[in-house]
C-alpha cells in the first residue's frame, strides 16, 4: 500500500517527460530536443529523466508505445489465420489507417525526423517497419501452411510488398492532408475503400501465386 503513491507519481512524471518531449521535439527537431531542455520543460532534473528513459531513443520508443503503435503491431502475432485471408488483410488495412488517424501529428514529426537524417529517429523507426514486416510475415507464413498462399510465393518479400503498398498509401495521404489535420480526417471513405480494394487485390494475387508487387494499385 505505502508504495502506490510513489507508483503513481512515478507515472505521472513518466507522461510529463513523453508530453515535454514530444513539444519539444515538435517545435525544435529531436536533435534540438536534449535531456537538459526535457529536464527544464518538466521541472525534473537530467537525474529524473535519466531514470526513466536511459536516452532519448528510449523516450521515442516509449512514445511509439504511448500512442498506441507498439501495441498495434503486437497483436500481429495473436492473429490465428483463421479468418479468409482477403477479409484479415482487408481488416488488417483497416486498422493500421485507423492507428495513423490517431496519430496524424505524432507520425508527421517522426518521419520528418527520418527524413531529416536525425540517426536515432531513423533507428527506431527502421525498428518500428521492420516489427510491421515481420509480423505480417507470420501472419502470412500461416496463411501459406494452411494452404491458402500458394507454396510458390516467397512470404519475406510478401511481407515487404505489403508494408510498402500500405506505408505508401498511408504516407501518400499524409502528405495530402498536410497540417490540416484538425480540420480534415486522414481516415476518410474514399481512403478507406482505396486501401481496401488495395487488400483485396493483394491477397487475390497471394492465392493466385502471382507476383503480390503488381496487386492493383487503383
Not at 490465428?80 to 490517431?102: I, K, T
Amino acid at each position: 500500500m505505502g508504495r502506490r503513491p510513489f507508483s503513481r507519481r512515478g507515472e505521472r512524471s513518466r507522461r510529463q517527460i513523453l508530453a515535454a518531449a514530444l513539444r519539444l521535439i515538435s517545435r525544435n527537431g529531436f536533435h534540438g530536443a536534449s535531456i537538459r531542455a526535457i529536464a527544464r520543460a518538466v521541472g525534473l532534473s537530467e537525474a529524473s529523466i535519466y531514470y526513466h528513459f536511459p536516452s532519448k531513443r528510449a523516450i521515442l520508443t516509449a512514445l511509439y508505445a504511448e500512442h498506441g503503435i507498439t501495441r498495434a503491431l503486437d497483436e500481429l502475432a495473436s492473429l490465428s489465420g483463421e479468418v479468409p485471408l482477403e477479409r484479415q488483410l482487408v481488416a488488417n488495412a483497416v486498422a493500421s489507417a485507423r492507428v495513423w488517424d490517431q496519430n496524424v501529428d505524432f507520425l508527421r514529426v517522426v518521419i520528418l525526423e527520418v527524413l531529416r537524417g536525425d540517426r536515432e529517429a531513423q533507428a527506431v523507426h527502421q525498428e518500428m517497419m521492420l516489427r510491421w514486416r515481420n509480423g505480417i510475415r507470420d501472419l502470412l507464413a500461416r496463411y501459406q501452411a494452411q494452404g491458402e498462399i500458394k507454396a510458390a510465393i516467397d512470404v519475406e518479400e510478401a511481407a515487404g510488398w505489403w508494408v510498402d503498398l500500405m506505408y505508401g498509401t498511408f504516407l501518400d495521404r499524409l502528405l495530402a492532408v498536410g497540417r490540416a489535420s484538425r480540420r480534415t480526417r486522414f481516415l476518410t471513405p474514399e481512403l478507406r475503400q482505396r486501401i481496401e480494394r488495395r487488400a483485396r487485390a493483394f491477397a487475390r494475387s497471394l492465392q493466385s501465386g502471382s507476383c503480390p508487387s503488381v496487386a492493383d494499385q487503383a
